[in-house]
């Protein structure tokens, strides 16, 4: 579970040495997954490994009856986005409607913005895998999308006052039998949906997640309440498949990607003659040394 | 795309300049591109590669009756795409290629690729599930 190998990428390794250096113990000592002075109790599940989006699994109905009343069931995980205008049933208050009417899509389109990371609320459905490292005081969720790095800790902690708020927030985790349970709170204004409608500051998200019954599949509900633009709550049903002997890549996000809309995609090709070359050759002396 | 960008690019100034909350997002397939109509087929010479995410973009130049035009492909996450096999080096500039897609909302010359293949009808990587077209 938390055996360092050579090919892993420094932030996996770094990731893996916290690992260590929180709970005290070797990671070849911490892949039992057992509560520390507690012999006879039953080792939690191991949610550890390279998990890829599949939603073709079923919704898991365990799961599934335990979501607070008043919730709209988001079905849009994976391949599937809604269209603007369109937010799966959640009742948006009258700001956050107005909003999403005057949301320009082309803003997300800048330099400034095609590198930010969105929240968890979005991140954890989109179609990329992600990477768990499991203790029994705190659990890693690496996910591929914008190299996010997700930090459940199991200890009972809370966060301080001055904690930031970030794309990933503060997570506190614990067992309902073979459920993690995990509550996420300190998340940064970001999008919901995709298309318009963000949740603020003050969102609130609460996920379970459980294996499936052959340890292949790792199920999840992901529930978020946002009183301030939300008149009811939301969820989304997640389901991985497990694959072995898989990593993460680096995203390393590209913000110069942007520029390709602004570029203009329908000019005819310039023609190489001597107006041309100049150009061009006037461009290449405005680069910047290397 | 390039009408688009001259409308917004005074409203992103004035974004900036305001210091309006920049809301965090990765740009909307379904609200860029149109899934409801058929795939478009282009086929050009590569003028450019990129390779990098969020998305990596295919620039082509293409013939269109008597003059050559630029057309764009936006690829899914390279991320994903290697799983695909593909890689920096799966086309280079000078390759003719043939990318078929969704298209642009606005018409314009920008397509979101769904597939590559060489110009002797050689697939360049491996198909995507739906799941990972998004």
Not at chain 1, 205 to 227: C, H, I, M, N, Y
């Amino acid at each position: 579970m938390c055996r360092v190998e050579r090919t892993l990428l420094p932030t996996i390794i770094s990731i893996a040495v916290s690992l260590v250096g929180i709970t005290g113990c070797t990671p070849r000592q911490q892949a039992a997954v057992q509560p520390p002075g507690n012999a006879a109790a039953a080792p939690h599940p191991d949610l550890s490994g390279f998990w890829n989006l599949d939603s073709k699994i079923p919704r898991e109905e365990s799961l599934m009856k335990r979501v607070a009343p008043n919730t709209a069931f988001l079905d849009d995980t994976g391949a599937k986005e809604f269209p603007k205008g369109e937010f799966g049933g959640l009742k948006l208050k009258p700001a956050a409607l107005e909003a999403t009417r005057t949301w320009n899509p082309h803003d997300q389109l800048t330099p400034e913005k095609a590198c930010k990371a969105p929240s968890i609320v979005y991140a954890m459905q989109g179609p990329f895998p992600i990477e768990v490292f499991q203790s029994d005081r705190l659990i890693v969720i690496k996910l591929e999308y914008y190299d996010m790095v997700r930090m459940i800790f199991l200890d009972g902690r809370k966060a301080e006052e001055s904690y930031p708020d970030s794309p990933t927030g503060f997570s506190a985790g614990h067992w309902e039998g073979d459920t993690l349970v995990v509550e996420t709170t300190h998340l940064e204004p970001a999008t919901i949906t995709n298309n318009g409608l963000d949740h603020t500051g003050h969102v609130r998200v609460l996920e379970r997640f459980k294996l499936g019954d052959d340890g292949k599949e790792l199920l999840a509900t992901q529930e978020f309440e946002d009183p301030e633009i939300l008149d009811n709550r939301g969820v989304r049903f997640i389901a991985w498949r497990k694959q072995p002997g898989q990593h993460v890549f680096p995203y390393e996000c590209d913000p110069g990607f942007a520029g390709n809309y602004s570029q203009g995609s329908d000019s005819p090709v310039e023609s190489p003659g001597p107006a041309a070359a100049a150009r061009r050759k006037t461009a290449r002396s405005a680069q910047p040394r290397q | 795309m390039f009408s688009y960008c001259k409308r917004c690019g005074s409203l992103m100034m004035a974004l900036i300049l305001t210091g309006a909350p920049l809301a965090r997002a990765h740009h909307s397939f379904a609200v860029f591109f149109d899934t409801d109509s058929q795939l478009r087929k282009v086929t050009g010479v590569v003028k450019e590669f990129r390779f990098t995410n969020p998305h990596g973009v295919v620039t082509l130049v293409v013939v269109e009756g008597n003059r050559e035009v630029i057309w764009r492909a936006e690829t899914n996450s390279p991320s994903i795409l290697r799983r695909h096999g593909w890689s920096p080096d799966s086309i280079h500039v000078g390759d003719k290629v043939t990318i078929e897609g969704w298209p642009a909302r606005d018409g314009s010359k920008y397509l979101r690729m769904r597939s590559a293949t060489r110009a002797n009808g050689e697939p360049i990587g491996t198909p995507m599930t739906a799941v990972q077209e998004k």
